[in-house]
Structure formats: C-alpha cells, structure tokens
C-alpha cells in the first residue's frame, strides 16, 4: 500500500470513529450502546465478520451483545470450558489479544481452538472494554473467518475503538444511574410525606422511621424503597407498622370532632375562652429504644 493509500484510510477511519463516537453518546440506554459498539467494529475494523462483548459476573459468563451466533456460542463454549482467548482476557484483564490463524495448532487454547475451527473461525482479536468493579470484567471480541485477516493496522484500529466504546459505555452506564437516582429520590420523598400525614410525625422522624422499615425488610433503602411503603398503607389507616408510634385516635373512642368540656370542671386561670393547647401528637423522646416495648397508647387531649 502506498503512503497516500495508507493516509486515505486512516483518514476514513478517523471520521468511522468520530461518527461512532456521536452515535454511541446518542443512544438511549445501556444496552443499545453495546449492540451499537459491536456493530460499528464489524463495520470499522478491517477483516472482521462478527463481534461480541463478553462479560464475566461472579465468575459467570454473559454475553451482552453480538452481532451473530458465531460470538454468541464462542462465549457459550469458553463458559463451558472456563478456558479460551475472550475468556481469559475478561478474566486476567489482559490488555489485547491477537490470534492469527486458527486453521494450525493453538497450544494455549488447544480445546478452544480445535472446537472454532470446526465453527469456522479463522482469527480473532480482542480487548479489554471495561472494568465495573472487581468481579464485572468486559472483553470486545472480533472474529474472522479467514486465516491471518488481523494485522497490526487493524489491531491499531480495533484498540482505538474499545478506547472510545469505554468511554461511552461508562457514560450511558452513569446516565443509567442518575435516572435510577431520581427516581428512587421520589419514591422516598413520597414514601416520607405519607408517614408524616399518617402517623403525625415531622421530617426527620419519618425518615428514620422509614430507614428502620427498610432494614426490617432488609431493602437498601436508596435504590428500592417502594417495598418499604407498603406496610403503611396497604392494610387500612388503622393498620401500624412496626416501629411506629402510638398515637390517639378522637373517632376510635367514640369522639368526633372537638372534645367537649366537662360540666364543672375547673375553668382555665387565662379567663373565659381560654383553651390550652392540644398534647403532643407523640410521646417526648420517641423512637424508645425498642419500639415495640416501649411504645404506649396516648389518651386523647382533653381541655
């Protein structure tokens, strides 16, 4: 190839990349961002016919994208084997691998080898995409079906690709994040507004109340405390949940509306219609140390 053949398809490649570039920053979730990376690879990387993400989870494999079966039951058989180039790039974090050609003997991964050829894998090439914690390890993974089809140029191209698909898988990863943030912040927000109506309670009461319901029910409460609300509401107004207080209820004893005076009780010394202000809607001091022992019923506040 001639030096200004060579500048032409560098050229070509750099506006392939800018454009991926743009493409993956604009999708919407996750998931469309790495079905995105694999198809640009294919569509970027000379000689490459099929790609795949493979992701290792608490030792486990997924596949989190491919363009066709091929990458999907190389991740399969890699699993089953616990062995093979994609696999062990995920596991050690091995930068990038290259194998040339899979129609000759692989001593590193002799069952692997010998199971793709028969699928009709000439060469593969992958890298290290990302890391999302000690036990979440990602590898892109280009397959050919020819023999010697990755060179150097293309391992050059196929490095700058998983550079730029890292960068926006860990945008959309914490886009994904921040809506999952928002949302949880509203549910708590609600969550609160309903101890504070129900049980009389101020903000900061309702809220501890509401983190003791969470660890009760063994629920992290910044990321899903829907399941904590329930106990609330869903049995009736009548219904407590535990580690709430006690407190008085004018129509459970018969009362409606403003308690009356008693005939010839002891007027207030403030003069006539004067009336002391109502008890507390909560004993002083709560939450007591053990809610369900500690907690009392409150008599109704009579003038």
């Not at 490459?48 to 039951?73: E, F, H, P, S, Y």
């Not at 091995?94 to 001593?107: M, P």
């Not at 660890?215 to 107004?237: E, F, Y």
């Amino acid at each position: 190839m001639s030096e200004a053949s060579e500048v032409a398809e560098w050229k070509k490649l750099a506006t392939g990349l800018a454009d991926m570039a743009r493409d993956l920053l604009a999708q919407e979730s996750v998931q469309n961002t790495l079905d995105r990376i694999v198809g640009h690879a294919v569509d970027l990387v000379d000689g490459c016919d099929a790609a795949g993400i493979l992701v290792l989870r608490g030792g486990k494999v997924q596949t989190m994208a491919a363009t066709d079966n091929v990458a999907r039951a190389s991740d399969h058989k890699q699993a089953q084997l616990r062995s093979g180039p994609c696999f062990d790039a995920a596991y050690h974090k091995q930068q990038v691998y290259r194998l040339a050609d899979l129609t000759t003997a692989e001593h590193r991964w002799p069952d692997y080898a010998s199971w793709a050829r028969e699928l009709g894998v000439g060469s593969m090439m992958g890298f290290l995409l990302y890391t999302a914690g000690e036990d979440d390890l990602g590898a892109l993974n280009l397959y050919s079906k020819r023999p010697d089809a990755f060179g150097d140029r293309s391992e050059q191209a196929g490095w700058i690709l998983a550079s730029h698909a890292a960068v926006a898988l860990s945008s959309a990863h914490t886009t994904a994040q921040l809506h999952e943030a928002i949302g949880s912040r509203q549910d708590v927000g609600a969550a609160i507004g309903i101890l504070m109506e129900r049980y009389r309670l101020d903000e900061r009461a309702a809220f501890d109340l509401l983190a003791r319901l969470s660890q009760h029910h063994n629920i992290k409460l910044v990321r899903s405390p829907g399941p904590s609300t329930p106990p609330v509401s869903s049995r009736g107004a009548g219904h407590r949940p535990r580690g709430a207080p006690r407190v008085a209820d004018p129509a459970a004893s018969g009362r409606t509306g403003r308690p009356s005076r008693r005939r010839g009780s002891r007027r207030s010394p403030a003069g006539p219609g004067h009336r002391s202000p109502p008890a507390p809607a909560t004993p002083a001091g709560w939450p007591p140390p053990d809610p369900a022992a500690g907690a009392r019923r409150v008599p109704p506040a009579r003038l």
